[in-house]
């Protein structure tokens, strides 16, 4: 008809499977949600495999945006999905109703925060959330590639810890008849410290609540309390209570307090760990293993918002866990305000504490040979999941362009002439010459921690215990390594002065360095 000819491509998602999200009413679509994370709506749900099986056909009770930077700065927004009954997503076997779509609008290659998250769950780390991909539709247009996320919060198919947030709602029923979470009251006041807590009026806390059983979700967030509940502590970090959503006084009072004790330890000026204000050492407050392997994780990936914001921390049964891992957008070289070099060395807040510490120091020390044979799998892990997402990559940034910096005023925003193709070659070189750096700093040294006699990576009074069986002739042979850590002394011989060293150390009588304390 004498008309222009004209080419037309069809791209198809293969090897992901699809989520279709449709708006429950017009006045509520897709535009209206993404406008504020205040506007909450319901919707329905389908899911398919990529061999199109049916995974998911549903109702959803509340969807709406979430996210800071992200919901901020980029028009692909992230969304909170609530589902009207727990629906096994991602063929896990769990049930679950809370999900998150995480846009990754910042991660050119779109693997960053599942790389970590799987890493963690590789590691042991508790409640890591399962996560994998989709292709989203929403109200019949494509959105791009969505990491599916399980949501970090207290239940048994996530952070399985007390859950207090229950036995508040029973007992506000039972004192109230009213529904715990409906028309509460927040104001703020301080702690025992003189500083700022937010919490919830005329709110009676269960007796969990203050005495050590717990559980609370607990997430850093810089400087900005954005939640009802939460406290600020004495280094101006602030941290959201996640849950329960609403506590009473008392149990902000408990739990802040609880932290800052954490705080003051880490943040000793001697750098020893050891707060001398309640007799007590950094690795007292939480547990070791959680808080190492994080700042791990954190060191592998570069994350510049590590231990700022998005660090999750909960409580339960009188200790802090650090984690979940959560939020790793902003890593493996894409920083905020510039690229991030691999064989570079920068401590942040929290973590520029901890590594001052010797005791932390050398606990990352004897760790990094277990995290380094796990970490050796990233090359081939990252080249499965390039086979898996190449197709939809390639939809995905027919949307969206390839960002390399995430501040959108900042040089190099957008990685000009990428492909996935050379994204991926990028990943795969930064994360050699990273970890070829973090080997240079921790594997360099010996894996040797002071008093750490059974080589279980904690001195506690087991080691006592070992130490005086070597003595005795009736405990196991030590190696060379155990040997080295028995000498607690350091005057090149294991003796019953060790013994009485050690002893002296769990009592809270030496400092990390094992130098007496002054009283």
């Known amino acids: 008809g004498g008309g222009d000819a004209r080419t037309v491509h069809v791209m198809q998602g293969t090897g992901l499977p699809t989520l279709y999200l449709t708006s429950s009413t017009e006045d509520q679509n897709r535009d209206w949600v993404d406008a504020s994370k205040e506007n909450k709506t319901t919707a329905s749900a389908y899911m398919i495999s990529a061999d199109g099986a049916a995974i998911y056909d549903g109702s959803v009770k509340q969807l709406k945006a979430r996210g800071n930077s992200t919901f901020l700065h980029a028009n692909k927004k992230s969304y909170q999905i609530k589902l009207s009954s727990g629906a096994d997503l991602l063929g896990t076997g769990e049930q679950v109703k809370n999900w998150v779509l995480l846009a990754g ?63 508040y709602e029973q007992l506000y029923k039972l004192t109230t008849g009213g529904e715990y979470g409906t028309n509460m009251n927040v104001t703020t006041g301080t702690n025992k410290y003189g500083l700022t807590v937010s919490y919830t009026t005329d709110l009676t806390d269960p007796i969990n609540a203050t005495n050590g059983a717990g559980g609370y979700l607990l997430e850093m967030n810089y400087r900005t309390l954005d939640e009802p509940n939460g406290f600020m502590t004495k280094q101006g970090y602030a ?167 995430g501040n959108h005023e900042a040089a190099g925003h957008i990685w000009q002439g990428a492909s996935y193709g050379s994204v991926i070659n ?74 009485v060293w050690l002893r002296e150390y769990l009592l809270g009588l030496r400092d990390a360095n094992f130098e007496l304390v002054s009283r």
């Open 105 to 167: 609008y910042f991660d050119a290659t779109q693997m960053h925060d599942k790389l970590v998250k799987d890493l963690a769950a590789q590691l042991g780390m508790s409640y890591t959330a399962s996560c994998g991909w989709v292709n989203l539709y929403y109200d019949g247009e494509y959105r791009g590639v969505y990491l599916l996320s399980e949501k970090n919060s207290v239940n048994t198919t996530s952070v399985n810890i007390n859950d207090l947030e229950k036995e």
């Open 239 to 405: 941290f959201n209570i996640k849950s329960p959503e609403w506590c009473g006084k008392k149990a902000v009072d408990y739990i802040s307090e609880y932290y800052q004790g954490f705080e003051d330890a880490v943040y000793a000026a001697d750098g020893s760990g050891y707060n001398a204000a309640t007799g007590k050492y950094y690795y007292q407050y939480v547990d070791l293993d959680s808080l190492v392997k994080t700042f791990v994780l954190q060191e592998l990936a570069k994350n510049c918002d590590g231990f700022r914001y998005s660090q999750f921390f909960c409580f339960t049964n009188g200790k802090l866990y650090a984690g979940p891992v959560w939020d790793q957008e902003l890593t493996f070289g894409t920083g905020w305000s510039g690229y991030s070099k691999p064989d570079s060395m920068e401590y942040f807040d929290l973590g520029e504490a901890l590594i001052r510490i010797p005791h932390f120091k050398a606990a990352v020390r004897a760790y990094y040979s277990t995290f380094r044979k796990a970490a050796s799998g990233l090359e081939g892990r990252v080249n499965a999941q390039y086979t898996a997402l190449c197709d939809s990559a390639a939809m995905n940034y027919t949307l969206w362009p390839y960002i390399r910096v």
């Open 426 to 499: 990028d990943l795969q070189s930064w994360i050699a010459k990273r970890l070829s750096k973090l080997d240079e700093v921790y594997a360099g040294v010996p894996e040797v921690m002071r008093g750490d006699v059974n080589d279980d990576g904690k001195v506690n009074i087991t080691d006592v215990v070992w130490l005086r069986q070597h003595l005795l002739g009736i405990g196991p042979t030590l190696s060379d390594k155990q040997m080295k850590a028995a000498d607690v002394n350091g005057d090149g011989k294991v003796n019953i002065t060790d013994v």
